[in-house]
């Protein structure tokens, strides 16, 4: 999983994150880029997840690692457009109320 672009609008960068070829891909770069984003501008965060379509156990954990980041500059991290099967996985693991998930489709 990967982040691919970034869009600020107002107080507001929305990024987004894409799947990598195959899981265990442990080249994920959520964290590090919602750690530039929040150190740069304050504001919430708008991760993109519509084109992730899986998580893995590495993936997931740089999703905490990043609402972690987050959270320790002052900002949110807010999911959109979430996939079924990841959907799936966030609230099995009771996480889809840390994030908060979003549609706009």
């Not at 150190?39 to 919430?44: C, D, M, Q, R, T």
């Amino acid at each position: 999983m990967r982040c691919a672009t970034q869009q600020r609008d107002g107080a507001t960068t929305t990024v987004t994150v894409v799947s990598t070829s195959g899981l265990g891909d442990t080249g994920s770069n959520v964290t590090t880029t919602v750690t530039a984003i929040a150190a740069a501008a304050s504001g919430p965060i708008v991760l993109d997840m519509a084109r992730v379509s899986s998580l893995d156990s590495y993936e997931l954990g740089d999703l905490i690692g990043a609402q972690q980041a987050a959270r320790e500059r002052d900002s949110s991290i807010t999911l959109r457009d979430v996939q079924p099967r990841v959907r799936e996985v966030l609230e099995t693991m009771t996480l889809a109320k840390v994030f908060g998930l979003v549609s706009e489709r």
